[in-house]
């Protein structure tokens, strides 16, 4: 289930997951950035099987809150299950976007982005992870432009955002 929300992030209703991706209806997402102290940030490769965005790469990880759950113990959770490591995280800022896909599905998400610090090496779930990597901001920026449709369509507004806004890309 993923919690529906209004265009101020205002819970509105709960849905299947699925459901709601098929719907293209507005729901709660978060976004983990995991940086290490060489200041490279730990990409994920996601799993061949999911039924989206299949092995592109991404952020460190991402997901939906459960209803009832907070957006941040939600990281906390999906950083475990999906890269088996923890980290104190911290909020930098939301945003929302619409993505479609070419199977009729979309992504339509007020997404909350999360960055947090770990040099520990991750213990991936394979079923959510296909494999990773870490890169560097100015990496991750050049691969971006020479090979855009190797990156899931979140992550690239995220890292624009990054930019924009922070110190990461200077």
Not at 33 to 39: G, P, Q
Not at 52 to 75: I, K, Q, R, V
Not at 80 to 86: A, F, L, N, R, S
Not at 91 to 119: M, Q, R, T
Request: hydrophobic share 35%.
């Amino acid at each position: 289930m993923v919690i529906l929300v209004d265009d101020n992030d205002k819970p509105i209703g709960e849905m299947e997951e699925i459901e709601a991706h098929e719907k293209a209806l507005l729901h709660r997402a978060f976004s983990v950035f995991i940086f290490n102290s060489k200041n490279e940030i730990l990409m994920q490769q996601r799993a061949l099987g999911k039924y989206h965005s299949a092995g592109l790469w991404t952020n460190t990880c991402c997901s939906h809150p459960f209803p009832g759950e907070e957006t941040l113990d939600a990281a906390n959770r999906r950083l475990m299950e999906e890269m088996g490591m923890e980290s104190e995280l911290k909020y930098l800022f939301k945003f929302k976007y619409k993505a479609p896909f070419d199977n009729n599905l979309s992504e339509h998400e007020i997404d909350h982005v999360f960055i947090g610090n770990s040099d520990d090496l991750p213990d991936i779930n394979l079923d959510e992870v296909n494999s990773y990597k870490y890169m560097t901001i100015n990496e991750i920026e050049e691969d971006i432009k020479v090979n855009p449709d190797d990156y899931t369509a979140w992550f690239k507004i995220i890292f624009d955002r990054f930019c924009e806004e922070y110190d990461f890309c200077k």
